[in-house]
């Protein structure tokens, strides 16, 4: 198996479920080369938290993937004090 990638997938069903019916065709296809890390529901939102090949995740359309803690931490990782001390000396 290829190397697993994080990713975290969203999608929106208030008017129609057609968005969250493929990813639930998607999850089913790569069943056993998906890992679902967590899922998440507020009713009409759904997020998945997952580590797939990457030839799973280039079947996903661009628009359902999204930024979080799971796929991208250094984005939300706070600098330690370290860190930023270190930063003041090394410009």
């Not at 069903?13 to 089913?28: K, M, Q, R, T």
Request: glycine residues 4%.
């Amino acid at each position: 198996m290829s190397e697993l990638k994080r990713i975290t997938i969203f999608v929106l069903h208030h008017d129609e479920s057609a968005d969250f019916d493929w990813v639930n065709a998607w999850l089913e296809r790569w069943k056993g080369q998906v890992i679902i890390a967590d899922y998440s529901s507020g009713g009409w939102e759904h997020l998945w938290n997952v580590a797939a090949p990457q030839e799973a995740v280039r079947e996903l359309p661009e628009d359902f993937l999204c930024s979080s803690t799971w796929s991208v931490p250094e984005l939300f990782e706070k600098p330690s004090f370290w860190q930023k001390l270190k930063c003041l000396f090394t410009k």
